[in-house]
């Protein structure tokens, strides 16, 4: 006869063998499927709307700043072109 201390080590060995990670598996695609997880990792790995305007973005703000640093430069020279020179003081007198 097997002692009853051995019953639950037995039950483990079998369970943990055989039946649970067939049951795992069930769970995980169980969640996957309820969580429609498929679907999200679809959506973040493949390309999707929100990359096409990301992409859009991006490029508009690179357009602005070049824009923006020419508006500068003009700016830069108007005001050189448009200081006065300093009168210079004499002393002599």
């Known amino acids: 006869m097997i002692p009853a201390s051995f019953v639950p080590m ?11 990670p067939k049951l795992q598996e069930e769970i995980a695609k169980h969640m996957a499927k309820m ?4 679907k999200l990792l679809n959506y973040m790995e493949l390309p999707n709307d929100a990359d096409q ?9 690179a ?11 003009r700016l830069n020279k108007l005001e050189i072109l448009n200081k006065k020179p300093k009168k210079v ?3 002599a007198k």
């Open 10 to 20: 037995i039950a483990k060995m079998v369970l943990g063998k055989k039946i649970l």
């Open 35 to 38: 969580f429609k997880l498929e």
């Open 53 to 61: 305007n990301s992409a859009k973005a991006l490029e508009q703000v």
């Open 63 to 73: 357009l602005l700043a070049g824009e923006l640093s020419a508006i500068e430069n």
């Open 89 to 91: 003081k004499s002393d």
